[in-house]
């Protein structure tokens, strides 16, 4: 399968689905729920459930390209929060937040991201090829 065939292979759709999903935890932090129970704590604890919600999906889904997808996911969900904060920072704060100021940031939540995504994708992909066997 050439790469350009594997990418209008993958669910787009499943794919923005679980990258929604994943805006949960920034959602907590906007809405005080984190600073109300404790932020490493919330933000720890959110990050292992989306994680789980990931996997879970991509292995009842039974995805045929469970790391690519879930990189995807991993990325999609760093441009929906990059584009979140550059929205809501300036109502929230009165002005631009978070890494729209700063290239650099903007390279490293997608990479931060991306690598979120490979992870859960290999633990995925592992879970499939055991249940193939």
Known sequence: MSNNSAYKTLNWGFIAVLSIFALIRPLMSILGI????????????ATIIISIVWIIAVYIKQDSQPILTLVFVGIGYGILAIIISGILSPILTGHLQGPLTNPFAIVSVLVTNAIWGLITGLIAGVLLKVNAN
């Open 34 to 45: 984190s600073d109300a129970i404790g932020k490493p704590v919330v933000s720890i604890t």
